[in-house]
């Protein structure tokens, strides 16, 4: 007699497989899992959409920065040729490179070239020389028109020179710029103490600014130059200032303020170096070159006295 045998049906088949799956408990856990799990991936989607805005950010500073560079590269020489057109006066650089190419032609042992400062600038033997220099010094830095214009105005320098030399008024004329320097240092001082001062308000820097002018600054000679070398030794070394006779005793304050904040921030050296200075007296026999007796017409009432 046989038995007949229930066949085995294999784990996750058939009825009981379709009640495990729908039974309540793991549709329960399955539904308790779903916003863990969607929370991950959401944490995982904003990390990384954080992380790829982080990484567009520093590459867009990075280009900003690169063109930056690319743009200050090409400055320097744009800026030169501005500085040059808008500044009287040529940069250092290239007046030191205009001078030695000067001295180059002159001393050199073959065919040696100078300028004839008895004829003009544009005589044929003078433009030669001129050529010869300009492009020597030009660059990137400082094009042809520049250079040739810095060195004309070199040319037109050596020319009064030796005109001045010629007509022996060449010492007159260097004791005139001396005195001229003396007032351009001495303003240029006053105006960095004026600006660095921590005792005045704004308002009076605004006010004492508006007349720190070359045509106010007193003029300053040494007594040879003016004259007085009886005494020689000592004498010699000490620079009379001579003080504008029309200048407010107010303004003479404050400059000497000025001065003396100045001769604070000076190091060892420079104190050394810096010549004695005193006033001249009422009964000096002889006012400087370039002495002003007259305010200038744009001064201000306050900063003259009453007679003026």
Known sequence: MSSARTPVRPLGTGEDSERRVSSPFLSSSRLLLQPAVSRRQES?????????????????????????????STQPAA????QCAVSKKAPKELLTSIHSVVRHLRERLDAPMQWDTS?????????????????????????????QKATKKYFTTLKRRSRLQTNNKLPDARKKQRRLQRKHHK???????????TTLTQEQKEKFSSILRIEYMSSE????????DEHMGERLKVLLIHTLPWRNPSVNEMFQSLDRKSARKRTSRAAEMCRKRCRASATEPSSPSGFTAKPPPSCPAWAKVSDC
């Open 44 to 72: 995982a989607a904003g990390s990384t959409g954080n992380v790829n805005v982080q990484i567009l950010a520093a590459i867009k500073s990075l280009q900003e920065q690169v063109a930056d560079l690319q743009a200050k």
């Open 119 to 147: 004829s003009g600038f544009s005589s044929p033997e003078n433009m030669r020389v001129t050529s010869e220099i300009v492009t020597a010094c030009v660059n990137e830095k400082y094009p042809a028109s520049v250079v």
């Open 79 to 82: 800026s030169s040729i501005q």
């Open 221 to 228: 000679e040494s007594a040879e130059e003016s004259g007085e």
């Open 187 to 197: 303003l240029q001082n006053r105006k960095v103490a004026l600006s660095g001062s």
